[in-house]
């Protein structure tokens, strides 16, 4: 089992956020994480990846338990969120490089060059981020996800806001990963689950 959720809840306050949910995801699979906005998903998600802790519950990734504490198991996950956090300032290879580093990734410049190939930033490679499409920072942030060769992906919403021709550019790329890796992929739109997800 790639990816275990247990009774998982989270409360602000007296408000649920996320209420006692379980589900497991095996290794392989691209799962779709259903639901309307506000009903969880972001939150769960920031669970999984261990950014923050759950009121209740727990999760377990390749078997050991996610906790905000425990960097290990943090280092088997990439994570594209919602809002994607990049340096706009930073050109592409530069921030894909300054990725690598935290990750302590050895030929990290072999390591970038692979995935600006293998998301398609190679004519943006050496732009500032900030003058990119969000297509393009889409792209960057599936590859800062991927450059250390994660066992799981976990990504928030990953085409919101995208034009069409961007969302079947990236469902293509996510469905192309998502044959070596686990993926749970949060969306509200049914046709993205279907378009991409196992179940």
Same mark, same amino acid.
């Not at 275990?4 to 649920?16: D, M, P, T």
């Not at 190939?117 to 960057?140: P, T």
């Given at each position: 089992?790639?990816?275990?959720?247990?009774?998982?809840? &989270?409360?602000?306050?007296?408000?649920?956020? @996320?209420?006692? !949910?379980?589900? +497991?995801?095996?290794?392989?699979? #691209?799962? *779709?994480?259903?639901?309307?906005?506000?009903?969880? &998903?972001?939150?769960?998600?920031?669970?999984? @990846?261990?950014? !923050?802790?759950? +009121?209740?519950?727990?999760?377990? #990734?390749? *078997?050991?338990?996610?906790?905000?504490?425990?960097?290990?198991?943090?280092?088997?996950?990439?994570?594209?969120?919602?809002?994607?956090?990049?340096?706009?300032?930073?050109?592409?290879?530069?921030?894909?490089?300054?990725?690598?580093?935290?990750?302590?990734?050895?030929?990290?410049?072999?390591?970038?060059?692979?995935?600006?190939?293998?998301?398609?930033?190679?004519?943006?490679?050496?732009?500032?981020?900030?003058?990119?499409?969000?297509?393009?920072?889409?792209?960057?942030?599936?590859?800062?996800?991927?450059?250390?060769?994660?066992?799981?992906?976990?990504?928030?919403?990953?085409?919101?806001?995208?034009?069409?021709?961007?969302?079947?550019?990236?469902?293509?790329?996510?469905?192309?990963?998502?044959?070596?890796?686990?993926?749970?992929?949060?969306?509200?739109?049914?046709?993205?689950?279907?378009?991409?997800?196992?179940?």
């Amino acid at each position: 089992m790639s990816i275990e959720v247990i009774n998982l809840s &989270k409360y602000y306050g007296e408000q649920a956020a @996320v209420n006692d !949910i379980s589900f +497991s995801v095996n290794k392989g699979e #691209i799962v *779709g994480f259903l639901g309307p906005n506000g009903a969880g &998903k972001s939150t769960t998600m920031k669970i999984m @990846v261990g950014y !923050i802790h759950a +009121s209740s519950g727990e999760v377990r #990734i390749n *078997g050991q338990k996610v906790d905000v504490d425990n960097l290990e198991t943090r280092k088997v996950i990439g994570y594209l969120p919602e809002n994607n956090p990049l340096y706009t300032d930073m050109y592409v290879r530069e921030y894909l490089e300054f990725i690598g580093k935290i990750y302590k990734i050895k030929n990290v410049r072999q390591r970038v060059d692979e995935m600006i190939e293998a998301v398609g930033l190679e004519v943006e490679q050496n732009k500032k981020i900030g003058m990119l499409s969000k297509g393009y920072k889409q792209r960057v942030g599936l590859a800062q996800a991927l450059i250390h060769d994660p066992d799981v992906l976990i990504l928030d919403e990953p085409t919101t806001g995208l034009d069409p021709n961007q969302i079947a550019e990236i469902r293509a790329l996510i469905k192309r990963v998502g044959k070596e890796k686990t993926v749970i992929l949060s969306t509200h739109i049914m046709q993205e689950v279907e378009a991409i997800c196992d179940r």
